[in-house]
T-cell receptor, first 116, second 113 residues
Framework: GAVVSQHPSWVICKSGTSVKIECRSL??????MFWYRQFPKQSLMLMAT?????????EQGVEKDKFLINHASLTLSTLTVTSAHPEDSSFYIC????????????FGPGTRLTVL | QQQVKQSPQSLIVQKGGISIINCAYE??????FPWYQQFPGKGPALLIA?????SEKKEGRFTISFNKSAKQFSLHIMDSQPGDSATYFC????????????FGQGTELSVKP
């Protein structure tokens, strides 16, 4: 149980294009999903918290117009990287929070984005 | 005050040995302390977690020791195996912040055969 999927697992795009990453909780409902960014050999950096049916809360320094987050249902959140540039190349990971056990988060497998 | 400090940054252990990773925090409002294991190119996977009302939790070869007064917690991996070679992250969260996790810097563990 408690499986979170991400699609695509990797994507290569040209500079200036937009890329959408999907995060799904497969066997539980997640009222809250989180989006992280991770650079090689570094820790996870929280980008935003996504609550179903409401606007995402972005961490300080994260551009909300660049990283659009939509949490349309209890099992799906999407991250769209708009007008991507090479510096946006990174490993993007989502997590979904289950209500039980307390505060437990389950992570997706990640999406490797490479912007040429 | 929101930081979680993790050490060491890297660790080499012989097969069968004990791997110990330490974390320290400042904010006494943290009430949930999980450990995650991450393999290259994969998302983190929850290993074991503890709440501050207990001092130790054991699951198989993995044990969390928690010292509330010192604001420290550690992960012990007994009988370490080469398959345990991965990056380990400690984290902390507060219930009143909707489960938002604060991660440590990570420890790259290498278990030599």
């Amino acid at each position: 149980g408690a499986v979170v999927s991400q699609h695509p697992s990797w994507v290569i795009c040209k500079s200036g294009t937009s890329v959408k990453i999907e995060c799904r909780s497969l066997d539980f409902q997640a009222t809250t999903m989180f989006w992280y960014r991770q650079f090689p050999k570094q820790s996870l950096m929280l980008m935003a918290t996504s609550n179903e049916g409401s606007k995402a809360t972005y961490e300080q320094g994260v551009e909300k117009d660049k990283f659009l987050i939509n949490h349309a249902s209890l099992t799906l959140s999407t991250l769209t990287v708009t007008s991507a540039h090479p510096e946006d190349s990174s490993f993007y990971i989502c997590s979904a929070r289950s209500l039980l056990p307390y505060n437990e988060q389950f992570f997706g497998p990640g999406t490797r984005l490479t912007v040429l | 005050q929101q930081q979680v400090k993790q050490s060491p940054q890297s660790l080499i252990v012989q097969k069968g040995g004990i791997s110990i990773i330490n974390c320290a925090y400042e904010n006494t409002a943290f009430d949930y302390f999980p450990w995650y294991q991450q393999f290259p190119g994969k998302g983190p996977a929850l290993l074991i977690a503890i709440r501050p009302d207990v001092s130790e939790k054991k699951e198989g070869r993995f044990t969390i020791s928690f010292n509330k007064s010192a604001k420290q917690f550690s992960l012990h991996i007994m009988d370490s195996q080469p398959g345990d070679s991965a990056t380990y992250f400690c984290a902390a969260s507060m219930g009143n912040q909707g489960g938002k996790l604060i991660f440590g810097q990570g420890t790259e563990l290498s278990v030599k055969p």
